[in-house]
C-alpha cells in the first residue's frame, strides 16, 4: 500500500503539481482505515439512546357519550297537491324560499270554475222562484180550504136544524132536500181544496229540495273556484316546483306541484338497539344504566362540525324493527335560519353516563395496529415496552384507554414512532393535563 501511495505520489506531482494537499487526504485515509481495522473489524460506533418524554395517564371523571347515524327531515312535510284539475297560468313563490301559510304558491286557470259559479247561482235563483211560487199556490190552497170548511159548517148548520123542523111539518120537505145537496156540495168542495192543499205541500218540498241542491252546487263551486288559487298549508320552506307555466294539473296526477317542509324545529331520526333501549329504560339486568330520554343531544353534521344547538328526545317508536334489531327515536333542534334541511346526514351524541376514575393519555401515544391500539411504557431499566390496550372515547386530544394501564404506569406521549419493544431509552418528564368536554 505504500508503494502504492509513493506511485500516485510522484504520478501527482509530475501531472498536476498538487503533491502536498494530495498527500495529506491520503495520508488521512490511511490512518483512519488502520483504526477501522484495529481489533479484527469488531469495534463499532455507539450512537446515544433516543429521549422520548413520558408521564403517567391522567385519572379523572369524564362522561362518556353514544353515538348513532342520523337522518334528518321536516318537522311537518306538506305535499302541495290541486283540489281541481286546471291549467297552471302563475307561480308565485320562490323556490327554496320561506312560505307563510296561506300564501299563494300557484294559480290554476280559474275561468271554468268562475263560469260553473254564476251557472249554480243562477239554477239557485231559479230554485228560489219556484219555492216562493209553491208556496204562494199552497196559501192559495189553504184559504179555498177554509172557504170550504165555512160552507160545510153552514150547510151542516141548515141540515140539523130542519130536520126536526120538517118532522113537525113546521117546514118545507123540498127546503131539507135542498140544504142536504147544498152540504153534499160543500163536503166535496172540501175535499178538493184539501187535495190541493196536499199538492201544494208536495210541490214546497220538492222546491225546497231543489234549493238545498243548488246551494250545495254554488258552495261546491266556490270551492273550486277557491282551490284553483294553491296556497301553502304550513310555514316552511319552499321546494323547488314540479310543474311549469301551461302545465295541466289534477287531483289525480300523483306527482304534487311542490312540498313545503316546516324546517324550524327540525326532526332527527336515529335507531338505537334494543339493548340500548332496554338499559334507558333501566330494565336491563345485564348491562350498567344509561341515561337517554332526558338527555339534551348533540347533533354532529357530515363535516365533523358540532351543531351550536342542542336538542331534545321527542318519541320513541312504538315497534322494534325486527330485521335490524333497532328502534327508532326522534328528536327536535331548533333550526334559525333554516339551516339543517331534510334529506342531511350526520349523527346524535348523548351523554349517557360518567366513567369513574377514567385513565386518559394523549392521543399522540396510541398507535393502530391492524385494528387494535397499542402504547409504549418504560420500564425501570429504561426500556421501552409495546402494550396493547383497549381505547375508548376521544375527549380533545386525549385518549381515554378502557382496558391496558394502571396510574402507575409511564406512557411515552412524544417518540413513540422511533422505538420498539425493549428500546433503551433516556426518559424526560412531560406534563399532561386532560380537559373535560
Known sequence: MIQAVERSHHQGTSESGRAPEFLACLVAIVALLALTGCGGGNAQIKLPDPEVLVAAPVQQDVAVHSEWVATLDGYVNAEIRPQVSGYIIKQEYKEGAAVRKGQVLFQIDPRPFQAALDRAKGELARANGELARARGERARANGELAQAEAQLAKTTNDVERDVPLVQQQAVAKEKLDTEIQAKRAAQAAVETAHAAVQSTEAAIVSAEAAVVASKA??????????????????????GIANVQMGNLVGPTIPVPLTSVSQVDPIKVYFAVSEQEYLRAKHASSNAPEMELFGAAPELILADGGVYPHRGRILLTDRQVDTSTGTIRMVAAFPNPGDVLRPGQYGRVRVQTSTRKHALLVPQSAVKELQGGYQVALVTPEHKTSIRPVKAGEKIGDMWVINEGLTPADQVVVEGVANIKEGTPVVPRPANLQAKGR
Open 217 to 238: 252546487a254554488v258552495e261546491r263551486a266556490e270551492l273550486d273556484l277557491g282551490w284553483a288559487t294553491v296556497t301553502s298549508l304550513i310555514d316552511g320552506v319552499a
